[in-house]
């Protein structure tokens, strides 16, 4: 499993020979200007919830790489209706997908698309896939919920919001991990704009302090599990 960072929430995951695209924001983040979304590989688009800054290039994507489009009932049939492939999910569901098993779980924010329509419900996503666990967490604050997921799989990542004001910070992160029981924090959602901006060693030095690996990847630079 090959995992890629785009910049904010955004990452490339390729399984086998499969590519999966989550939260697509790339032209629209002044970071990820070095990245050209006419070269990015789809076979299926995850989406965590509706905000711009992680649908903005979806349809741009989608129309030319014919990607399935995986994500609540509310935005998956919005992609639908406009006639994209879709797949629609809700919380506590799983399904088996060529890559892997996706099971779509809470998440504590908000979500609505940028006409100020409903966007469902929020929620991330626990992939099983080539015999490696990941669990993406979207946009949330630090929930109890996190307990469950380790009851049924054990994870090899997660990948955790840590930007503070709109999700969980640093510190909540590594409660989180904890919850999780997972030491291997891959952290994205920071440093965007200013509301979001962190210091990076500082975050790794709290981390590390518990015994924990937070990466925190250059955009564009790539992990294997």
């Not at 688009?45 to 509706?50: D, N, Q």
């Not at 014919?66 to 509310?74: L, Q």
């Amino acid at each position: 499993m090959k995992i890629t960072f785009y910049g904010h929430a955004c990452l490339g995951i390729q399984i086998n020979d499969i590519h999966i695209l989550v939260d697509p924001f790339i032209t629209g983040n002044a970071k990820a200007s070095h990245i050209s979304i006419d070269e990015m590989e789809a076979d299926y688009i995850l989406l965590t919830h509706a905000h711009q800054d992680h649908i903005l290039d979806v349809e741009t994507i989608a129309k030319r790489t014919d990607a399935v489009i995986v994500s609540n009932y509310e935005i998956a049939s919005h992609y639908g209706n406009k006639g994209f492939q879709f797949h629609p999910m809700n919380h506590g569901g799983s399904w088996d997908f060529e890559f892997g098993n996706v099971k779509y779980v809470n998440a504590i924010h908000t979500s609505s698309f940028p006409d100020g329509s409903y966007g469902g419900q929020p929620g991330g996503f626990v992939i099983e896939g080539e015999h490696k666990n990941i669990y993406i967490a979207g946009d949330t604050a630090l929930t109890m919920d996190m307990k469950l997921i380790p009851l049924r799989t054990q994870l090899d990542l997660a990948i955790l919001p840590i930007g503070s004001n709109f999700t969980m910070d640093v510190e909540d992160a590594i409660i989180a991990s904890d919850f999780l029981e997972c030491d291997k924090i891959l952290g994205y959602h920071y440093d965007t704009f200013g509301y979001i901006e962190i210091n990076h060693e500082d975050a790794k030095r709290k981390f590390f302090q518990k015994g924990k690996d937070l990466m925190l990847l250059e955009i564009g630079q790539s992990i294997d599990l």
